[in-house]
């Protein structure tokens, strides 16, 4: 299990790389066909398939652009026979956002399935605590000019 463990992290620290440097084939290598992804911005109902996956990431990648960080704080693995979860707290956020509220995490819960001796990953959340609507900048809507 510490093999399969490692090949986990190793998926999720790659994949997180790929984010930083926009490269969107990184970004969905290891996502299964059938992917599932709940985010922070819509589609409230979530994103199916790695078609719909994989049309997500442009404006996400163009948010980033503006100087946003997307850095692995910690991360934890669960692993089983054929089934897996992790879940980390990123650092996410332009400089400015992070400077306004320098706890901000988003967090990242990821289900892994095992197919013919590799590790895949089948559900993917990113969620923001919820803050007080009353504020400038509500957290659970970094993404939000991302998407407009």
């Given at each position: 299990m510490i093999a399969d463990e490692q090949q986990i992290r190793s998926l999720i620290e790659r994949w997180a790389e790929a984010v930083r440097c926009s490269d969107l084939a990184g970004v969905i290598k290891g996502h299964a066909h059938d992917i599932v992804m709940f985010d922070v911005p819509p589609p409230y109902k979530g994103v199916r398939g790695l078609d719909a996956y994989r049309?997500?990431?442009?404006?996400?990648?163009?948010?980033?652009?503006?100087?946003?960080?997307f850095e692995i704080e910690?991360?934890?693995?669960?692993?089983?026979?054929?089934?897996?979860?992790?879940y980390a707290l990123l650092r996410c956020g332009t400089s400015e956002q992070?400077?306004?509220?320098?706890?901000?995490?988003l967090r990242l819960t990821l289900c892994l399935r095992?197919?013919?001796?590799r590790w895949e990953v089948t559900h993917e959340h990113h969620s923001f605590p919820f803050t007080d609507v009353g504020e400038e900048e509500p957290a659970g809507h970094i993404f939000t000019a991302a998407q407009t």
């Open positions: 049309q997500v990431w442009p404006s996400i990648f163009q948010w980033q652009a503006q100087g946003a960080s910690s991360m934890d693995v669960t692993v089983g026979r054929d089934l897996a979860f992790a992070l400077r306004r509220n320098p706890e901000m995490r095992k197919e013919n001796d």
